[in-house]
Every structure is written in structure tokens, then in C-alpha cells.
């Protein structure tokens, strides 16, 4: 259905609003403007950059100005992002709105929120439940990060600043709890205490770390995946929906973009693009790799974050030396400052001992020096949260 045809026809709780979203360019604030449209809002919106996630606000006639200037009259939901540079309302205390709106699902926890949320949304939009969901991803099989459906609203949950804590949603899943980031907690226990504290206030919960693993085949690979999909499976049974319902049309969830997404093959090397930056995350993904493919695996990692960084080079080093071969760019700094003495190269002296291993500061050299190394019957990992996914299409050059 276009988009245009979503906004006319479904119920319009946001109507005679006028939202304007600073930082509507992200994968986040991109699904909430999608949905305030759909919902009846007038929507515009100002990000520094003009990202893929735009072309679907585009569809459904969202403002997007050249220039941060607000509208007069509007108002205002700002990113986590863009807090100091705009005053508005906290994206969070937005989403918490939309929550309140419908019978909602809010998957969080460190690692698999997306693709586990994703699988929800799936399962309850083939199954014709018409869901709406804000992912954080692209979900292909879907259409996009955002949907308007009439049914349960499916959420993304982001510990990172802890804006998950202010969600009431009827059903809540917690995948695994992990410290990731550093610059908002100190240690683990508070990030521990940050979930014990939501979920307390949650009618319903999924714990993922204390389910099995599903036992049926999926698409999408890796023992990760098999636990994503156990906690999507328990959320769906206490949303309704039967397991022998869900599990054959959850078997066939391809994934969300930049979750073991397939780049191109080329001179017989398999290239596959990741979003995994947390050490968790890349084991699991080298593992999902070693799993399909047998044969060798050769990584190109960009770092996230200098606090990240800092706290877990000797992490990262540990989870890339399963590869067989690892190249380290310079660190994707994003929101932070850099940090004296913290670059990349923290990550490539790390890595054991007699594993093949380089640096490039850009990803461009990163990308030409793995292409160089790679025979067929490879697979080639871009691994990272930053802008190494444009790597793929480099090295698949190369070869």
C-alpha cells in the first residue's frame, strides 16, 4: 500500500497536530514521523544529512527543510543527537506517547533488539494481524523501519540514553543485558538496575536470557539469531498469537538491514555487512559467518565511539581473533569528542598473536587491503555502527 493511501485511511489520533522532528533523518526520529503522519499529525523536519530513511517520509508528504528553523507554532521533538542545539520535546517522551496510543510491544536489551523486534512485526503482519512497529533498521520483507498498521504497535526500546525507562508499553522484552555504553553508565549493575526498574512497571515480560534457543531452522543465521527468535516467539504467545502459528512464518524472516545483510559476491568472495560493534556482537557474527560459509573469514572493523573504545579494545581484540584475518580502521567517533591516546590501533594490538592483522585510518584503505587479501570461497565482514557499510561496495570492486 502507498504511502499516501496509509495516512488516508487509518485512524487519525494525532490529527490537528503539528510536529516538527530535529534530527528526522535517523533511523529513529525517521519511524516516529512516519507514524505521526499515518496518525494525522502535519509532520516536517530538519536533519545535517539527507539519509535513505527520508525517501518514505518523502511518500507521505513530510517538510524536510534545508535549514534547522522552526516553524513558528510547531511543535518541537528533538534527538538525542541534536539536544544542545534545539530546545523541544525529548524523543522519548514522544515515543511514550505513541505507546499510550495502542496495545504495545517495546523490545530492548544490549544486543538483538532489532532484529527481534523485526521478527515480531513480521510474524503479526503476515499473519494479518496489521501491526505498526518502529524499528530501528530496515526491515526489507516489511518495507521499511516504520508501519501504520491498526494493531499492536511494535518498539524498538534504546537503553543507550535511557529513554526506555519512561515507556509503558503492555508487553516488554529484555534480549540480554550487557554494558555497552559507557558514557551513559558506570558499571553493569546500573544498567541491571535501569531494566529492573522498567520492567517492574510492565504488566507482561519476556526475559530472552531465560529461554532456549528455537530448535527449527531460520533464515537468518547464528545461535544469536536462534535467541532472538525464542524471545519474539514468547512476546507473540502473550500477544495472542499461537506458536505453532508463529513459527513457521517466523522461519522465514530474512532479517533487517545491516544484520548479516549479503553485499554481493564476487571472485568467488561472499561479502556481508554487520551493524555488530560491541564485542558480544561480533563473536556472534564471525560464528554465524564460520557457520553458513566453512570457509575462511577475514574482517574489517570500524570502532564505535571513543568510550566504547577505550573501555573494551582488549574485548574486541579477544572476539576478532576467531576471524582469520582482521584490518582495524580508525575509530567512528559520531556524538563524542576524541579521547587522548584512543584510536583504532588499541583494537589491532589486542588481537592475538600470528593472526593476520592491519590498520587503515579510512575505510576506503581498509577496504582495498581486505580485498587484497581474500581468495574465493571467503566471506569478507564489514563490521561496525558507523558509515563502514559503504565498504561492501568497495571491496566487491576490488575483487
Known amino acids: 500500500m502507498h504511502g499516501g493511501d496509509v495516512v488516508a485511511q487509518r485512524p487519525q489520533p494525532l490529527a490537528g497536530r503539528r510536529i516538527w522532528f530535529v534530527g528526522i533523518g535517523g533511523a529513529g526520529l525517521s519511524a516516529y514521523a512516519f507514524l505521526a503522519r499515518a496518525w494525522g499529525a502535519e509532520v516536517g523536519g530538519w536533519d545535517r544529512v539527507r539519509t535513505p530513511y527520508l525517501a518514505a517520509l518523502d511518500d507521505v508528504g513530510v517538510e524536510i527543510s534545508p535549514e534547522p528553523v522552526v516553524p513558528e507554532g510547531w511543535e518541537i521533538v528533538v534527538s538525542t543527537a541534536y539536544a544542545e542545539l534545539v530546545s523541544g520535546r525529548p524523543r522519548a517522551e514522544f515515543l511514550a506517547e505513541l505507546i499510550a496510543l495502542r496495545r504495545s510491544i517495546v523490545v530492548s536489551g544490549a544486543h538483538g533488539k532489532t532484529t527481534t523486534s523485526g521478527m515480531i512485526a513480521f510474524v503479526l503482519a503476515e499473519l494479518g494481524e496489521d501491526p505498526a512497529w518502529l524499528v530501528g533498521g530496515e526491515l526489507p520483507q516489511l518495507g521499511r523501519n516504520a508501519g501504520a498498521g491498526e494493531g499492536w504497535l511494535v518498539v524498538e526500546g534504546d537503553e543507550s540514553d535511557r529513554t526506555v525507562a519512561v515507556l509503558r508499553p503492555e508487553i ?126 577475514i574482517v574489517l572493523f570500524q570502532p564505535h565511539l571513543p568510550s566504547r573504545t577505550r573501555h573494551l579494545a582488549h574485548e574486541f581484540g579477544q572476539a576478532l581473533s576467531a576471524a582469520d584475518a582482521v584490518c582495524v580502521t580508525e575509530i567512528y567517533r559520531a556524538r563524542e569528542e576524541p579521547l587522548p591516546g584512543v584510536t583504532g590501533k588499541l583494537v589491532v594490538d589486542a588481537l592475538r598473536p600470528g593472526l593476520r592483522a592491519g590498520w587503515a585510518p579510512a575505510v576506503e584503505q581498509g577496504a582495498a587491503l581486505v580485498a587484497r587479501w581474500a581468495r574465493p570461497g571467503d566471506v569478507v565482514l564489514t563490521l561496525g555502527a558507523g558509515d563502514v557499510d559503504r565498504a561492501g561496495a568497495l571491496i566487491l570492486a576490488a575483487l
Not at 551513559?184 to 504488566?203: G, H, K
Not at 554481493?264 to 553458513?292: F, L, N
Open 172 to 297: 516488554a522484552v529484555v534480549t540480554n543485558i550487557e554494558l555497552d555504553h559507557h558514557a551513559t553508565f558506570a558499571s553493569i549493575a546500573e544498567v541491571r538496575e535501569l531494566f529492573d526498574d522498567w520492567l517492574a512497571q510492565v504488566p507482561q515480560v519476556v526475559r530472552g536470557w531465560e529461554l532456549e534457543p528455537v530448535d527449527f531452522g531460520l533464515a537468518v543465521p547464528g545461535e544469536h539469531n536462534r535467541r532472538n527468535a525464542a524471545a519474539a516467539l514468547a512476546a507473540l504467545e502473550l500477544a495472542g498469537v499461537a506458536r505453532a502459528d508463529a513459527e513457521p512464518v517466523l522461519a522465514r524472516f530474512a532479517g533487517a538491514g545491516r544484520r548479516f545483510q549479503i553485499v554481493g559476491e564476487a571472485g568467488g568472495v561472499t561479502v556481508v555487512d554487520d551493524y555488530a560493534h560491541h564485542p558480544s556482537e561480533i563473536a556472534a557474527t564471525i560464528a554465524a559467518a564460520r557457520e553458513e560459509s566453512g570457509g575462511r573469514v
